[in-house]
């Protein structure tokens, strides 16, 4: 997949992103208050890593996780 086709599918541009030579590093990240019960907040992100455009690693924090 290309920069554009990310970006399309995620709905908007990143929370941070780093770019080194042909490297390119981008990670969307969003914070839930989920209760003091359950740990207060809970940070999910994604974490995408482009060479020449094109994406070569995709990764994730706390996706998983129910809020409920």
Do not use: H, P, Y
Request: glycine content about 8%; some cysteine; aromatic content about 8%.
């Amino acid at each position: 997949m290309t920069v554009d086709e990310v970006l399309e599918i995620m709905g908007c541009s990143a929370t941070t992103a780093e770019e080194d030579d042909d490297k390119m590093t981008a990670i969307w990240e969003k914070s839930q208050w989920v209760g003091i019960f359950r740990g207060g907040t809970v940070t999910r992100a994604v974490k995408v890593v482009f060479v020449n455009g094109l994406v070569v690693s995709v990764s994730n924090k706390n996706l998983d996780e129910s809020v409920w």
